[in-house]
């Protein structure tokens, strides 16, 4: 049986997701434009193992 995910658990979520910097340096990063994960560790500064946990957290 599928988990129920409650508003709640859900808001939390994304609370703890864009309350890490490196999240929000990737949103402010393609805010305008889409990018690659090349794009985005060359041009964020942050590390590429880091990029991908990132950027699977935000998928």
Do not use: F, G, H, W
């Amino acid at each position: 049986m599928a988990q129920r995910i409650t508003n709640r658990e859900n808001n939390n979520v994304i609370l703890e997701v864009i309350a890490d910097k490196d999240v929000r340096t990737i949103l402010e990063s393609t805010q305008s434009v889409p990018k690659s994960a090349r794009q985005i560790i060359s041009e964020c500064n942050i590390a590429e193992s880091t990029a991908y946990r990132k950027l699977n957290r935000l998928a």
